[in-house]
């Protein structure tokens, strides 16, 4: 039994040993600090990873023409996901035992992250602020897990409860992909469905790669639902909706964070007038002679001549998840390690996002930042704010 006990003693000792000096701090030169980034370039969601990683690019790029941090340059390898898992895991394999990085900063999708997360965290390799608002980039709590979002379960949470209150609707259904994604959104909805009493008389699955909605929509309208919620992502959201008003069914359709682009409100010729989302992202105000708004105008311009493109919400969250990673770094001084930028992580307290997003708090306790959801809905062809602060 002793020898039992010793041998335990023994490999958490041995643990802590490594998560002190192998790997915490790999990837730290005295000239730079090396980031990974696994984004979507190319596959389903190339709409948020190529803006996202453009927004964290243009913050990189200030941090180091300012003289870096604490003297050195912040080197972001980027590596194509393609919104694929085995590509995911592969890149993830390059970026953290060939290019050593010393963190991980807005790796993309929500299997992908679920799949990299047991090795990544067994190096000591920080995960900071993914591209997805899943609970378990958060939970359960974890001294390398941060992220910035209220997760898709309670964003489906925040908007079951409005729309029932304000409707006054009894039945509705749900409409979601066949995925760890999707599954979040199903489990968001159960709980609001079960807290309000409500009739849930449809949940329908999809593939990733479904394109044909007609006969979802013929089954979702027999089965008397007064709104739909969905967990969708960009082409599957512009098909199921189309299809649904093709069809005459005007019942709401509300979606969470990953609708909200602007490729979804211009879609289809006014098509997609409607169509709601909650979440905790806005498109920033570039109105008014504020000096936040010519700031934000000054930025859009930086943007699209740096990349030759319109930034977007993706490209604000980019750059606001950066700023906090760098904030950190800086905070933490030049002998940089894992613990200590964490610790600063940890320390940041009612950060204002630029773009006028959600106020990020961080804490011993508390590794998720934003507290706040927004619904908005696409009308004249654009993601308009209509209520802020729900409940959730």
């Known amino acids: 039994m002793r020898c039992v006990v010793f041998k335990k003693i023994v490999m958490v000792l041995a643990v802590t040993f490594l998560w002190g000096s192998s790997f915490a701090d790999q990837g730290i030169t005295d000239e730079s600090i090396r980031v990974g980034q696994i984004s979507d370039l190319s596959g389903a969601t190339a709409v948020w990873g190529v803006p996202s990683t453009n927004g964290t690019r243009m913050r990189f790029e200030e941090a180091n023409a300012a003289g870096g941090v604490h003297g050195r340059k912040l080197e972001l390898i980027v590596e194509d996901g393609q919104y694929q898992v085995p590509v995911s895991v592969k890149a993830a394999s390059k970026l953290l035992n060939r290019d050593k990085v010393f963190v991980m900063l807005g790796n993309i999708g929500t299997p992908a992250n679920n799949a990299n997360l047991p090795k990544q965290l067994r190096m000591g390799v920080a995960n900071l602020f993914p591209v ?22 309670d964003q489906v949470r925040g908007a079951v409860d409005y ?10 259904c749900l409409q979601t992909q066949a995925t760890d994604y999707g599954h979040e959104a199903e489990l968001g909805y159960e709980s609001a469905v079960a807290e309000h009493g409500l009739e849930s008389v449809y949940v329908g699955r999809h593939k990733v790669t479904e394109t044909d909605f007609v006969g979802t929509i013929t089954r979702l309208k027999n ?3 007064e709104v739909l919620f969905i967990g969708t992502l960009i082409s599957d959201t512009i098909q199921l909706y189309t299809a649904a008003r093709s069809a005459g069914w005007d019942v709401p359709i509300v979606g969470n ?19 709601y989302s909650a979440g905790p ?3 920033a105000d570039l109105e008014g002679n504020s000096p936040e708004a010519q700031w934000r105008r000054d930025w859009y311009q930086r943007y699209r001549d740096r990349f030759n ?12 998840t950066a700023d906090l990673m760098i904030r950190a770094m800086e905070s933490a001084g030049r002998d940089l390690t894992t613990d200590k ?8 307290r009612h950060y204002e996002d630029p773009f006028g997003g959600p106020s990020l708090s961080f804490g011993p306790d508390k590794h998720q930042g934003s507290d706040s959801l927004f619904l908005s809905q696409i009308i004249d062809g654009k993601w308009t704010i209509l209520e802020k602060n729900l409940p959730y």
């Open 132 to 153: 997805t608002a899943a609970v378990s980039m958060y939970e359960p709590l974890h001294p390398l897990k941060f992220s910035y979002y209220v997760s898709y379960r």
């Open 341 to 348: 930028m964490l610790a600063e992580l940890e320390k940041i």
């Open 257 to 275: 964070m990953v609708v909200q682009h602007p490729l979804i409100a211009e879609s289809a010729d006014g098509g997609m007038e409607g169509l």
């Open 309 to 320: 493109d319109d930034a977007n919400v993706q490209s604000q969250l980019g750059y606001v």
């Open 223 to 225: 089965s008397g639902c």
């Open 163 to 172: 729309m029932a209150k304000k409707t006054g609707a009894t039945k509705v």
């Open 281 to 283: 992202t806005v498109l």
